[in-house]
């Protein structure tokens, strides 16, 4: 009797793997289908490219795990990181950390290992690469002399010490909080380096990418732009490259708009394929994007229950009353900006001018901007007061009570004033008839077009004669030694590319904090600190500014101040100090000199006495003195006015009632990852064979007709 009990028991426990795989839903059924309209048009899924369109980081966040996460209440929160635990090293005194990883996998279920953090964050502060959320890893151990060129990449202090486990050397005692918070930034996510490596445009189409949130690219579908005559409309591409590297003679190609893409389950996401149900730990299996709706369609398809949720609300239906009515607001960390570009020569007639290099003429065209009436007719927006978004920190840590923006005021008038900006021209010694230039935005978001629209208005009454130059994506025209072959599956956004090849004159677009802290707004804007490749045109290998060519000592310094807060107060300083210190070993290794150190010792220490700042040990007045000095450098740089604020984004959704868990992060406004679809069982139909199939099966084609609801 007794062994048979134990044989019934053994044989328990060996079907216990069985039910732990079983679902609750029937067999053949993945999960709900959710038809939603995210956003438009994304032509790159690149997380370190996701900065120029608040609607794309709304995306690609769902697409790129983190090692740390910040949650809606503005809390830092482990997620692919297990553990971290800080030391120091017994023989060279260096501080360390060294994050555990989970045990997490790529959408290839390809184990995501340390050399995919480590790899990641190398690209960031490569020297010939153009990154600016570089500066978040300024704190690793000779990062800024990696990226100044004066190192080996392979000095960096970050290192795979095993497959799980990250070791991060860094410069000196570090504020961990603000450290932490870096590592919530997309831009730092790992990434798979046999992908990224092998194709520049591995992030524009699914059999080119991986990725390791709880969604991947599943599929995404092109076409051509056609005229009246239903002829291919062309644009130019100066920068088009040929099988051998060179600029190719034929300049026009085929323009392109995204027909439909969605996003499918990441079934390798925090999941045990052999024990866990397919929904563990991602409930929908696909969420269907229609970019070829047009807008009054998809208000009509979400009142209808064919549109689940609107996640970008098209300009035309934003003062609709219902709309008005069901709409959820929240701050995007954003703002719209215009970048003039200082080193552009402008058409005067002659051989050009370098206009927007007379920050006279840059607050003049900031001045005849009326933004409260812009954000009123973009309505899910307001008026830019600052360059800082609201809902950035003012500190390390989140407070309900006031944010960077509430503490930081007003500096930048949101009226029009056009009797004021004709007096900085003429006190500029400008005639403004003299000029023509052009405004370049993205033709594919018809809110920066229409935002565009009123102020080029605004800067032609002031007599510039201004143009807006709507660019859109085209196909794919670069040729690749990995395919041998000019990919016509994936395309080149001509806009992203102008922005970052400093080809414009003046280029509008959204510019999205890297992290909740403004330091990640503010620091990309000193030399040092841009993020930008290494210039090595001239010879000299030098720095490269931010993109808008601007230059400033005072503001220079001022972000040094900033960065050097953790380490100033155990920097040498006195003849007696530095007579054995070689140069090598000067913080944080970038100078060729002790001349050259003292020098920006001494800036530093004088911008710390002009502020009442005392160097400190202890960390935990390093948040308040920093905040300190980024007000300071805000105010500093919208006087100078390289950039000009214009509104602060508000993400604006339209949820449906069917849907539940709608769960998102600080950045943005949902991830879907438990997200339910009540009664999708029913959007599905039995075809002649008598298996259920989803009316949703074969999008963009959907059998509505034939649901069971």
């Not at 964050?121 to 500066?135: E, P, Y």
């Not at 107060?569 to 003849?575: G, H, I, N, R, Y």
Request: aromatic share 12%; hydrophobic share 40%.
């Amino acid at each position: 009797m007794s062994k048979r009990i134990i044989a019934l028991l053994l044989c328990a426990f060996m079907l216990i793997p069985c039910f732990a795989g079983c679902s609750s839903k029937d067999d053949g059924d993945l999960g709900a289908y959710i038809t939603m309209y995210l956003t438009d048009q994304i032509f790159d899924f690149d997380p370190a490219n996701a900065y120029y369109n608040s609607d794309a980081i709304n995306v690609i966040g769902m697409m790129y795990d983190t090692l740390f996460k910040l949650n809606e209440d503005g809390k830092v929160k482990k997620s692919l990181a297990k553990d971290y635990k800080l030391g120091t090293d017994a023989e060279t005194g260096e501080k360390y950390m060294e994050i555990t990883l989970n045990n997490a996998y790529w959408s290839n279920n390809i184990r995501l290992s340390a050399d995919d953090v480590v790899f990641a964050w190398k690209r960031l502060l490569k020297s010939s690469n153009d990154f600016a959320a570089a500066s978040l890893l300024f704190d690793i151990k000779n990062a800024r002399a990696v990226k100044e060129g004066d190192i080996s990449i392979d000095d960096l202090g970050v290192e795979a010490v095993a497959i799980d486990v990250v070791k991060v050397t860094f410069e000196g005692d570090i504020d961990l909080d603000q450290f932490l918070l870096n590592l919530t930034s997309v831009a730092t996510a790992p990434l798979y380096e046999n992908y990224v490596s092998k194709n520049p445009d591995w992030a524009k189409k699914p059999s080119t990418m991986v990725t390791s949130g709880p969604f991947k690219l599943g599929k995404i579908n092109y076409k051509s732009i056609n005229d009246e005559k239903d002829n291919p409309i062309k644009a130019k591409d100066d920068n088009a490259i040929d099988a051998n590297g060179n600029v190719k003679n034929e300049t026009s190609y085929e323009i392109r708009e995204i027909n439909y893409f969605y996003l499918e389950r990441n079934v390798y996401y925090y999941r045990d394929v052999e024990r866990d149900p397919i929904d563990e730990s991602v409930t929908p299996y696909r969420i269907l994007v229609d970019c070829t709706m047009s807008a009054e369609d998809i208000l009509q398809a979400y009142k209808d229950g064919k549109i689940f949720y609107v996640g970008n609300i098209p300009m035309s239906l934003r003062n609709d009353a219902f709309v008005q009515e069901n709409v959820k607001t929240s701050n995007a960390l954003s703002t719209f900006v215009l970048y003039m570009n200082e080193n552009a020569l402008i058409n005067d007639g002659g051989e050009g001018e370098a206009l927007f290099a007379n920050a006279d003429v840059r607050n003049a065209l900031s001045l005849a901007i009326d933004r409260e009436a812009i954000a009123k007719e973009v309505v899910f927006a307001k008026a830019a007061t600052g360059l800082v978004a609201p809902g950035v920190f003012n500190g390390n840590k989140y407070s309900k009570k006031t944010d960077f923006r509430t503490a930081g005021g007003d500096l930048i008038k949101t009226s029009a004033d056009k009797s004021a900006a004709e007096d900085l021209l003429s006190k500029a010694g400008i005639t403004a008839s003299k000029y023509s230039f052009t405004i370049k935005v993205a033709a594919y978001d018809d809110v920066h077009v229409a935002i565009v629209n009123k102020i080029a208005e605004a800067w032609n009454g002031l007599g510039f004669n201004v143009t807006v130059e709507a660019i859109n994506p085209i196909v794919n025209n670069d040729y690749y030694k990995e395919v041998g072959a000019e990919p016509s599956d994936v395309c080149d956004d001509l806009f992203i590319e102008a922005l970052q090849r400093n080809k414009y004159e003046v280029i509008a677009f959204d510019y999205n904090a890297y992290s909740a802290d403004a330091y990640s707004v503010l620091s990309n804007f000193a030399i040092s600190f841009s993020g930008m490749a290494l210039n090595m045109t001239d010879g000299n290998y030098s720095l490269t500014p931010n993109s808008t060519g601007y230059a400033s000592d005072e503001y220079n310094t001022l972000i040094e101040a900033i960065y050097y807060l953790p380490y100033f107060a155990k920097l040498p300083s006195t003849d007696e100090e530095l007579k054995n210190v070689k140069t090598a070993d000067l913080f944080p290794g970038i100078f060729d000199s002790v001349e050259e150190y003292l020098e920006v010792y001494n800036k530093i220490k004088a911008v710390y006495e002009e502020n009442n700042i005392s160097a400190s040990t202890n960390s935990e007045d390093w948040a308040a003195q920093k905040t300190t000095l980024l007000h300071k450098a805000e105010e500093l740089l919208l006087k100078d006015m390289p950039v000009i604020p214009v509104i602060f984004n508000e993400n604006a959704v339209l949820v449906h009632d069917d849907l539940s868990k709608i769960d998102g992060t600080f950045y943005i406004p949902a991830h879907f990852q438990k997200t339910k679809l009540k009664g999708y069982e029913n959007y599905s139909y039995l075809d002649k064979k008598g298996e259920s199939i989803s009316i949703f099966a074969d999008f963009p084609n959907i059998e509505w007709d034939k649901a069971s609801k």
